[in-house]
């Protein structure tokens, strides 16, 4: 019974059946095999026992004092020395730090009062230093040929990276040794703000071993707000890490020395993650509290891990995380979240009432991307009944900027994908892998532009010297966690955002990168000159 | 006039002819589109989703004729066919809205496998009355 030319019935079924299989396989398979959620970054695994969670009582990083106050402007001095921390008890972790301690101290300024921080270092390595988030004239902001050697090692600056391996150099590099001066006049909105290690091919390795920071900026306008403060404000820096046989930080880099060659092994080229998650560097910490409205200062230090945070209470019950600040400041107006995505690099300003929760009651902050132990974040333990004066206004600010598409004089396009540089792979912006010597992107002083960045893999986008505010994803609107002024976008798989900023504050070199501290020391940053 | 004997196509046949081409041509563009959006050219997003719509559009009016081709040839294989195209495809307008991309990449693969297959079975023999055919 020939349906066809040449063709039976029978065959037809069969090949029919065939082809459905074969789609039924590769769907299923790529169900099992692909990762959902999707995560961009590979895991170590510590050689070392981690101790259970909720254990360890949440620190609080110290407020550096200054050492002089003359002038209307503070002057700080921190020192970058090797130190040894106990993290994990019992465990003895050399680090790389400021002041001797992980987090680093934490810098308290006032908007408008100018802050000098004398870096000296004391390491085996050059450093480099940026104020993340900072409204910063160039000079100050940490480009990443912008060197400060240890003593004695003039030598090392014609060896450093890329300027030797590939044959760049960078003339514009200033090069300073042993101390230098970072002096930032902190006229922007108040907010959380981070300084950390930048330099050029090793971010990622010096902030993984320590070299990170709190530093918060606050104006009298959000302290009359009436939010919670004292001590129902806590800074909570969440990075994941893993530990060595030996307590130290384990870390896949190709050149453990950290001086000439930059990268980490193959497998970890996407991000490196950790197993251990830090708050504050504690080991999912627990800290008591109040039966009260608390303030949460969320910043996402990690090198490559992204969380979906909520607040689950003993019974089940997931507590608001009701947001008022971004990156660059507060609100307009209070945003209402029961999870909240953070890329690394982001803030978030979120107030949590724990004042329905039982006396005695366990609120766990979840990640709800991790899996077993990276699952739990930190906990927070309802300790007793107090008062509470504390309130979340509905108007927060009245200051954010209002750019509107038509302001822009111009619209430009950046690809964020893996590609390859030089020898290896990479990861590139624009189809180009990072070069201090060329400038990608020209604009003048006062320019409204709206940029549209495409993502392949996750990859959260910062911008020094500049906020600004995301008009889409996708074509969409923004989502909830979008609102406010930001300084890095978080672009999931696939992605598409379209911002808008106005480059404004100062002249000079400043750049762009993916603030995945691995992508960004494999290629994925690019300049921006403000002319 | 009633298809009686006559080994020739019929209007519906046709009809189904052109509206699987058409979806087959529309089909191709999709993957150009998402390549040129992942190479960083943003109107690359705008055309992908606009050939979603006009592709998912094609698989319903698809479903329409197939439903006529079943009436009037008594032919149920294309009806069944196109319906498991346009799920697949509903389901891929889906996850590419949401960035499932696990499944957006390998479901859009094989719904353009599957749309070609139909296309090399309607053209290659003409879509005849079912008793006829058999005659």
């Known amino acids: 019974m020939p349906s066809g030319r040449g063709v039976t019935r029978r065959q037809m079924l069969g090949i029919g059946g065939a082809l459905g299989l074969m789609a039924a396989t590769g769907l299923t398979s790529a169900a099992a095999l692909a990762r959902r959620p999707s995560i961009t970054g590979a895991q170590l695994r510590s050689a070392v026992p981690l101790p259970p969670p909720f254990q360890v009582p949440l620190p609080v990083p110290a407020v550096l004092k200054p050492v002089g106050t003359s002038g209307g402007a503070d002057r700080y001095e921190i020192t970058q020395c090797e130190a040894s921390a106990e993290i994990l008890p019992g465990v003895t972790t050399p680090m790389w730090t400021y002041n001797g301690t992980f987090p680093g101290p934490t810098i308290e300024s006032r908007r408008g009062r100018p802050v000098t921080v004398s870096h000296r270092n004391e390491l085996p390595v050059p450093t480099v230093v940026h104020l993340h988030g900072g409204r910063t004239p160039a000079a100050s902001d940490g480009y990443p040929t912008d060197l400060l050697l240890p003593e004695g090692r003039q030598e090392h600056s014609m060896h450093m990276g890329h300027g030797s391996e590939h044959g760049m150099h960078d003339p514009r590099a200033v090069v300073t040794e042993l101390t230098r001066d970072y002096t930032f006049p902190l006229d922007q909105r108040p907010t959380l703000l981070w300084y950390h290690d930048h330099r050029m091919d090793f971010t990622a390795p010096a902030i993984w071993r320590g070299l990170a920071g709190l530093h918060i900026v606050r104006d009298d306008a959000e302290d009359a707000l ?36 930059p990268g980490v092994r193959e497998p970890y080229l996407a991000g490196v993650l950790g197993d251990v998650i830090l708050v504050n560097g504690a080991p999912w910490p627990v800290h008591e509290v109040d039966a009260a409205r608390y303030r949460l200062r ?76 990276t699952r739990d974040v930190m906990a927070f333990r309802v300790a007793r009944k107090a008062a509470d004066d504390s309130r979340v206004p509905r108007t927060l600010s009245t200051d954010l900027p209002a750019w509107r598409r038509s302001d822009a004089v111009r ?28 400038t990608d992107v020209t604009t003048r002083l006062g320019d409204v532009e709206v940029w549209r960045l495409i993502a392949d893999v996750h990859h959260p986008v910062h911008l020094h010297l500049v906020g600004f505010r995301v008009l889409s994803r996708s074509g969409r609107p923004p989502l909830p966690h979008d609102a406010g002024l930001k300084d890095t976008v978080s672009l999931r798989p696939g992605e598409a955002v379209e911002i808008i900023t106005r480059f404004d504050g100062y002249r000079g070199r400043y750049l762009f990168h993916c603030h995945n501290a691995e992508h960004e020391d494999m290629g994925m940053m690019a300049n921006l000159e403000i002319v | 006039m009633l298809a009686v004997a006559a080994p020739r196509m019929t209007p519906a046949g046709w009809t189904l002819r052109a509206v699987v081409s058409a979806h087959a041509v529309a089909i191709a563009g999709q993957p150009v589109f998402a390549g040129m959006y992942l190479t960083g050219d943003y109107a690359g997003l705008s055309l992908h989703s606009a050939g979603a719509d006009v592709v998912t559009s094609i698989g319903y009016l698809q479903v329409i004729v197939a439903i006529v081709v079943w009436v009037r040839l008594r032919q149920a294989w294309p009806f069944l066919a196109t319906s498991a195209v346009v799920a697949a495809e509903t389901v891929q307008y889906f996850a590419g809205l949401d960035g499932a991309l696990w499944l957006h990449l390998p479901l859009g693969v094989t719904t353009v496998v599957a749309v070609v297959v139909q296309f090399i079975d309607v053209w290659r023999r003409p879509l005849l009355r079912q008793g006829a055919a058999d005659a």
């Open chain 1, 226 to 261: 009436g939010l919670p403060a004292g001590p129902r404000e806590l800074p909570l820096m969440i990075a994941d890490r893993a530990f060595a046989a030996d307590g130290s930080l384990a870390y896949p880099a190709l050149d453990p020395t950290l001086r000439v060659r």
């Open chain 1, 298 to 373: 969320i910043l996402n230090a990690s090198n490559a891990r992204h969380y979906e945070l909520e607040a689950v209470t003993g019974d089940g019950h997931r507590l608001d995380l009701v947001q008022i600040g971004a990156d660059q400041g507060l609100l307009a107006a209070p945003v209402v979240h029961r999870l909240l995505p953070i890329a690394p690099a982001e803030r978030y300003d979120v107030v949590v009432d724990f004042s329905g929760v039982p006396i005695g009651g366990l609120v766990k902050v979840v990640n709800r991307l991790g899996s077993g132990r």
């Open chain 1, 411 to 438: 619209v430009r396009d950046f690809a964020f994908r893996a590609g390859r540089m030089h020898s290896g792979h990479g990861w590139l912006i624009g189809g180009l892998p990072f070069d201090p010597a060329r």
